[in-house]
């Protein structure tokens, strides 16, 4: 994943300069069309006759003293992105982008940048070390087949819990069995001492626990299903390292999420095409890079200000948020902050459960 990111990296940092700093090949042919070039660019392409496959860090160093000294895109881009929420992106739809850095190419920069500084200070901070979940409670992992005399005695205790003359000890009391009798496969019944899952413990014990009428077929799949659990429980120790390999990933996955979640919250408005949500879409995740890079800096050079942090974090998300959709798509002030926190708690929502679930299937396809 390293090296996706510094190709990342040289790609889009690149894409941000005019090319000054960059040794060109002229009067060989454009490796894009084939013409001849006459000087530093092709008259045809207009690619620049430059050789990229140089150090990551030539490429950076060159490319960031292009940008500064003389293609001021960067410099009329990123403030503009950052203290005036929605207004970059309204100028870039409206037709304004020769002066503005490409949404996708300042994107990439910025996440590019992101990952690096997680991943340098998570290895130094040992932010991705110990991460398990808790111990398993005393239900064990439920299988989901239980045997006929259990169902039966499961129904026998719903039917008495609900007689509302139950004393509260017989009620405490039966509410316990009831626990016990729907408890599944225990903990206990199949862990090893070395933490592992004993597989045969387990097979036998969803074959004694099937219906009399489940098939061969359907106790292999309940029975590969939970071999799939039981492998996550037992790499729990390698959730930082599939989190930190899968994360650059689902960052990506995530734009065209969050794009829906406007395109949705915008269905009714006829002159907002996709186009749009992606580039607001854009824009937002890469002031999102941007304040994360920010805050883990300050987060890894003054460790006790996490908490703040993190709730700054939320706060200054959410405002820009609201500014954005309500410049971009020229919302009302209501409408504007009631999308906002909308789009901020279902984003939250489908990211968490886009990152768990990729993490946990890499370990299925492993």
Known sequence: MEHDIEAAGAASVSGLTSGSHHPVQSGLPCTNCGEVVPDRFCSTCGQLASDFHRPVWDLISGSLGDMFALDGRLLRSLPLLLFRPGRLTRNYLDGQRARYVPPFRMFLLASVIFFLTIFSLGDRMGWFGGLRFDQPSESGLEVGLTLPADRAARDALNQALADPGLDDATRAQLADSQVVIGSGIQMSEILLPDGKI?????????????????????????????????????????????????????????????????????????????????????????????????????????????????????????????????????????????????????????????????????????
Do not use: C
């Open 198 to 366: 004993d597989r045969v413990a387990l097979r036998t014990l969803i074959e004694e626990r099937a219906d009399p009428d489940t098939t061969p077929a359907e106790i292999e799949v309940a029975y590969r299903t939970i071999d799939h659990a039981a492998t996550v429980f037992e790499n729990q120790d390698r959730f930082g390292a599939r989190l930190r390999q899968w994360a650059p990933r689902f960052s990506l996955l995530f734009l065209p999420v969050f794009s829906l979640l406007l395109a949705l919250l915008y269905a009714w408005h006829r002159q907002v095409y996709m186009y749009d949500h992606l580039i607001t879409g854009l824009h937002f995740q890469t002031f999102l890079y941007v304040l994360g890079t920010a805050l883990l800096i300050v987060v890894a050079a003054i460790p006790s200000t996490t908490g703040w942090a993190i709730g700054l974090g939320f706060a200054l998300v959410l405002a820009y948020l609201y500014r954005l959709v309500r410049v971009t798509y020229g919302s009302g002030r209501l409408l504007s902050g009631l999308r906002a926190v909308l789009l901020l708690i279902l984003s939250m929502i489908l990211l968490a459960m886009l990152a768990i679930g990729l993490v946990v299937l890499s370990f299925f396809l492993t």
